[in-house]
């Protein structure tokens, strides 16, 4: 069990860019969520996987969002024509079904 | 629609002192409840969970809350707070089975003072 582990840690883009991150989830787990935490505010969910079938996707997340799940496994969230409301820390964490969340260290987003 | 209220925002209490953090949570079922912490820099940790049985959980770190079905609470305590208590802490609920999503208060941050 090596815990959930994000890549990269921070990632500072130009207003416009597209950014990816990606998560590796502990191995056996076959849950995976995606939250966005700002400043002095609790994790916001945006999405969550089981296997790889995308279960819920936050009504609050643009169309310039999307995650991919495609073999179960690791995931990606990516973020096209990024704006400097996007700027963020980005969560991962996984679950078995019904188990509580382990989350990942995050990936700091920073649009200039 | 699933929610969880912080009321208290921010809480300050003497080191030695003791300390309960608010939590309601609306939820249409039996809800699966958590508390985290994180401190500054780090990482969301689980501090403790109810999922059925016993409505007192035990934590890390001394902590434990309570589930009250009838106030739609969990409120998290702890006896004697630590310096080292001193962090932003998270309640959360989600539910069992099916496609249940866990979803996060706001926070509340505590300081603690010598």
């Known amino acids: 069990d090596t815990g959930v582990s994000q890549d990269p840690r921070h990632k500072i883009t130009k207003r416009g860019q597209n950014v990816t991150f990606r998560c590796d989830p502990i191995?056996?787990?076959?849950?995976l969520y995606w939250y966005r935490q700002t400043l002095g505010q609790g994790p916001e969910f945006l999405t969550y996987?089981?296997?790889?079938?995308?279960?819920?996707k936050s009504r609050l997340l643009s169309d310039r969002f999307s995650a991919e799940r495609p073999k179960g496994s690791f995931s990606t969230l990516e973020i096209q024509r990024t704006e400097q409301g996007d700027s963020a820390m980005y969560l991962c964490?996984?679950?078995?079904?019904?188990?509580?969340?382990?989350f990942g260290e995050g990936s700091r987003l920073t649009v200039l | 629609a699933q929610s969880v209220t912080q009321p208290d925002i921010h809480i300050t209490v003497s080191e030695g002192a003791s300390l309960e953090l608010r939590c309601n949570y609306s939820?249409?079922?039996?809800?699966?409840l958590f508390w985290y912490v994180q401190s500054p820099g780090q990482g969301l940790q689980l501090l403790l969970k109810?999922?059925?049985?016993?409505?007192l959980v035990q934590g890390i770190k001394g902590f434990e809350a309570e589930f009250k079905r009838s106030q739609s609470s969990f409120n998290l305590r702890k006896p004697s707070v630590h310096w080292s208590d001193a962090a932003e802490y998270f309640c959360?609920?989600?539910?069992?089975?099916?496609?249940?999503?866990?979803?996060f208060g706001t926070g509340t941050k505590l300081q603690v003072i010598p």
């Open positions: 939820y249409g079922a039996t809800p699966y």
């Open positions: 964490a996984s679950s078995l079904v019904d188990g509580e969340l382990f």
């Open positions: 191995s056996e787990h076959n849950r």
């Open positions: 996987f089981q296997n790889e079938a995308q279960l819920e």
């Open positions: 959360a609920v989600g539910g069992s089975g099916g496609y249940q999503k866990v979803t």
């Open positions: 109810y999922f059925s049985g016993d409505t």
